[in-house]
């Protein structure tokens, strides 16, 4: 099974209605794809309350895949004490319940920064989370290139697999060392997830931009690309019993409509567009 969905749901004009209200979006996101990354919880905790009533907008049979909040994986680059972190990794837990018990959360994905690289104490540091979040299921994503580099790749993989990380593959540029290669191996039996970022290169390593990511994830992915990753998906089917495939590619609002087409090339039904929006899509 190979589900299809977007980064976030507030900015995707192409599939919403014209004049529609922003507590509506989710509700019209769902008539399109039965999955979806929640990005806002990397940058705060939410209150369950948030998430419940995401649950009450979205079918049953819909999903979420939620970031991990900053302060979990190190982004912020401050240092906390051990009780911090466990009441951080409390707090964060008791906060997306809801989406637990009402059987919406996909897996948490925990992504780690650029400098994040592969060494004996970023290890015990992905122990540990697992540790703290229990039984929930985690996907990883690394940014540095020294967990997948040709004497790390199959220990990588091997120590995912041991631990019960899913892994989260990516399509982005090859900046070294603040990206990954494009490793086509599931680490998880049951769950894999695959992320588009876009090709981007020189967006990639922007500064001095107001905001970096309305030039990081600028790519609009071709269709020749998309029908390498249709084969790319039906080999990883191979290996794992579910992919879930998230387009982050959105600086230029390009996500939606590559996700339709990677819909089209897999032979997925989809529900037509709002006639004022098929001229976009074309």
Request: charged share 25%; hydrophobic share 35%; proline share 4%.
């Amino acid at each position: 099974m190979i589900s299809i969905g977007l980064a976030g749901w507030g900015d995707h004009d192409l599939i919403y209605s014209k004049g529609i209200k922003p507590q509506q979006k989710l509700k019209e996101y769902n008539q399109y794809y039965s999955i979806v990354e929640v990005d806002s919880s990397y940058y705060a905790i939410h209150k369950s309350e948030l998430y419940e009533r995401w649950i009450s907008d979205t079918t049953s049979d819909f999903s979420f895949l939620i970031k991990a909040y900053q302060g979990l994986t190190g982004h912020t680059r401050q240092k906390y004490s051990d009780v911090e972190m466990d009441l951080m990794f409390q707090s964060f837990r008791e906060s997306i319940n809801p989406v637990i018990h009402a059987g919406k959360l996909k897996a948490v994905l925990f992504q780690y920064p650029p400098w994040f690289d592969c060494d004996r104490k970023n290890v015990n540091v992905l122990r540990l989370t697992k540790e703290r979040m229990s039984n929930i299921p985690l996907a990883l994503e690394f940014r540095h290139q020294s967990w997948f580099s040709p004497e790390m790749r199959e220990k990588t993989l091997s120590f995912m697999r041991q631990e019960g990380w899913i892994h989260s593959i990516c399509d982005e540029p090859q900046v070294f060392p603040g990206s990954i290669p494009t490793v086509l191996k599931p680490s998880n039996d049951d769950l894999t997830i695959v992320r588009f970022h876009g090709r981007n290169t020189q967006g990639w390593t922007s500064s001095g931009t107001t905001n970096w990511r309305e030039v990081r994830y600028l790519y609009r992915y071709s269709n020749e690309e998309l029908l390498e990753w249709k084969n790319n998906l039906e080999c990883l089917q191979k290996d794992t019993k579910e992919i879930c495939v998230i387009f982050n590619n959105n600086s230029g609002g390009d996500a939606a409509s590559n996700a339709f087409q990677l819909m089209d090339l897999l032979g997925h039904e989809k529900k037509d567009l709002p006639p004022q929006q098929i001229d976009l899509f074309e």
